[in-house]
């Protein structure tokens, strides 16, 4: 058995005892995303349209995680909602953003590692920087949605009462503690990622410059930014919909 395996069934065994019924429901969404991502690289590979396919597996990915969730119905409805729009406005986002930084492709710190293959693949590399960066963001604003809607929805039950403004306000006051845990796991992920990367440049003594025009460095920098910027929105958009959903529930 390797470590990599033991690993895994230390991982399915510890969410089994912990979390019963519900961890058996995160490892088969867990499950089920891995294979849709597995999917995702044949079709691409296969001649399918690299942003048609991120947008069909990010919509079902989006889907099986919410709704696979341990959160209601209606929550799960306005969260998937929520992620749909914020999902569209990323991708209208990230394309220009992504042409003009230009950083699709291998980076120089990686070309030892490909010279040996042939890069003429057949596949825009810029297309599939753009799917990689959109199927990226959709954890972090599936966690962020869920959160927000199923908070929200708790306080609707408790005080059936409350008004549109005090609605609006603790969803925000749940948004800012997701978005400040949400940026420091997307940070730390990104510098723990590359930190032997980091600690090598330093050693050959580079510039600061250097990693400024890095394409590693650029391309991870973004990819935090673009998620960060992908929670922010998903919070607005998951608190006006609970919101716009209280106000026709007690119009009924």
């Known amino acids: ?50 942003i048609a396919v991120a947008a069909f597996s990010g919509i079902c990915i989006l889907a099986i995680t919410i709704f696979m969730s341990d959160c209601g119905e209606k929550e799960a409805n306005i969260a998937f909602i929520a992620t749909l729009i914020v999902l569209l406005l990323m991708i209208l986002l990230i394309a220009p953003l992504d042409h003009l930084i230009q950083i699709q492709g291998f980076s120089t710190e990686d070309s030892e590692e490909v010279e040996a293959f042939n890069l003429a693949i057949g596949v825009s590399f810029e297309s599939i920087l753009l799917a990689t960066t959109v199927l990226s963001t959709l954890g972090a604003i599936a966690e962020a949605a869920i959160a927000v809607a199923s908070g929200m929805h708790e306080l609707i039950e408790q005080s059936p009462k409350i008004t549109t403004h005090d609605l609006r306000h603790s969803g925000r006051i749940i948004g800012f503690q997701i978005m400040g845990m949400t940026f420091n796991t997307l940070f730390f992920g990104m510098f723990g990622g590359n930190l032997a990367l980091f600690i090598l440049l330093d050693k050959l003594q580079v510039s600061f410059g250097y990693y400024l025009n890095s394409k590693i460095f650029v391309g991870e920098t973004c990819l935090v930014l673009y998620s960060s910027i992908a929670v922010v929105a998903v919070i607005g958009v998951t608190i006006e919909l609970v919101v716009k959903r209280s106000q026709t529930f007690l119009q009924e």
């Not at 690993?7 to 969404?29: E, N, Q, T």
Request: with cysteine; net charge positive; glycine share 12%.
């Open 1 to 50: 058995m390797t470590t990599l395996n033991m690993l895994i069934i230390v991982l399915a065994v510890l969410v089994m005892v912990v979390g019963g019924k519900k961890g058996f429901m995160a490892l088969s969404s867990f499950g089920i995303n891995f294979c849709l991502l597995f999917l995702s690289i044949i079709l691409i590979a296969g001649g399918f349209s690299p």
